[in-house]
Each structure stands twice: as structure tokens, then as C-alpha cells.
């Protein structure tokens, strides 16, 4: 279903047919609409995706063999981007287990930095008195003001495929999708959108749609450009 209420039938899969040339993802057609869609989707964080897999694998599987071993609430935080190519999984998860099993208990309660011999980078514990113990793992946000510039690059990339189907009378969509629960949000999407397009309207393209997909059993899609509407459209 499109904005309007239209209800909307996704006929063809351009990039599936014709796989040897750049093409859009998908052809909607209903009462009288033909829409173009180009999907894409784009990190908060640059490389934050292969962050998130190296940050689970490795922090993951700590959390999972540490949980009830304290009697205190301690909070393990750790740099984002901390886990280098080439790391020996193993090694490195054995390292800060067994520092944080040996050292932990003794630790003053509070918020401290340390090193673990090694470990490339700093961590940061804090361990506090609660009836509810716990032992949680949590990443430092970085420091990246590259989002406007990401999105100015994939946004002028993607349209590019959008504009023979402009020529035939196509509306045409370009599909941002972005799954990250903590630091994207609406607003934040909509205002790097619109700052990347400031100096940089690309032919060919209609709407960008933002597709929220932190709950894959809850979907949220928002039209964010030009005119946006933030009531947006769910589909479960």
C-alpha cells in the first residue's frame, strides 16, 4: 500500500532477471500506479555491521559464560571498532574472561579503566551493589560524523538506476533501511537525509522512504523526503 491508500503488488524483480547489469530491486503496480523501487541500507556507524558480528561473536559468548558468576551488578564496556582483523577469537575471549574472573571481586565499587594483558584497548568496569546481580556488555558510541557523507554517496549510487524508469513514467523510491535499535531514530534519519541532499537533488528520484527494521516482527516505514510524513506505515 502506498501513501495514498492504494493497494500496492510488487510485479517484478528487476535485479533478480537481470543480474548482469546495475538494476533496481523491485516493480509495484496497483489502480493505475507503476512505482520503481530501489532498496539499500546504510550503517549508523561506519562499519558498524561488521562491528556488531565481531562484538557478538567475541562479547557474546563472555556474557553467556559469566552471567551468575558475581554477586554484584558489573557492566563491562568496551571501544566500538575494539576487535582487529586478524584476531584470534579464542585467545582473546579467554584473555578477558579470565582477567575479569580473577579481578572483578576484588575490584573497588565504582567505575574504573583497565588493562588486560593482551588486549589491545582499555575497558571500562563498573561494578555496583544490587539485589538483582548482573553482568551486562555494553560498547562505547564512536565518535563517526560520516553518516551525511554515507548517505550522500549511496543516495546519488542508487538513484542512478531510478532514472530510465523516471523516463517511462515511473514514480520512483528509494528505500533506506537501517536495523540499529540504539542510535538511529527517525529524526536522525530524516535530518542526514535532508542534510545530504542540500547541494545534491538527484535526477530520476521521487521519495526516500526510511525502512526501520530494529523489530523484523514490527516494520516501520516513514516517507522522510521531499515532503515527510512521520506517521508513517507498519506492515508485521
Known sequence: MNKKGVPLSIVAWPDEVNGSIKEIDA????????????????????????????????????????????????????PFYAIPTGTNWSD???????????????????????NVPKIPFEIQIEKRRSSKPAFLVVRFAPEDNTLVDRLYETINENSQKLV????????TILLIENSDISSMNLGLMEKSVKEA??????????????ANTEILADLEFYLIWPNSDTTGINKT
Open 27 to 78: 516493480i509495484a503496480r496497483g489502480n493505475g500506479f507503476k512505482i520503481a523501487i530501489e532498496h539499500t541500507s546504510i550503517d549508523t556507524f561506519q562499519y558498524q555491521r561488521r562491528d556488531d558480528a565481531r562484538f557478538t561473536k567475541v562479547f557474546g559468548k563472555i556474557k553467556s559464560q559469566l552471567i551468575g558468576k558475581f554477586s554484584d551488578r558489573v557492566r563491562l564496556t568496551v
Open 92 to 114: 582473546f575471549t579467554d584473555s578477558i574472561k579470565k582477567w575479569i574472573l580473577e579481578n572483578v571481586p576484588a575490584l573497588p565499587y565504582g567505575c574504573g579503566k583497565y
Open 164 to 171: 530510465t524508469y523516471k523516463k517511462r513514467d515511473y514514480q
Open 197 to 210: 541532499l542540500i547541494e545534491n537533488l538527484p535526477k530520476g528520484l521521487d521519495e526516500i522512504w526510511y
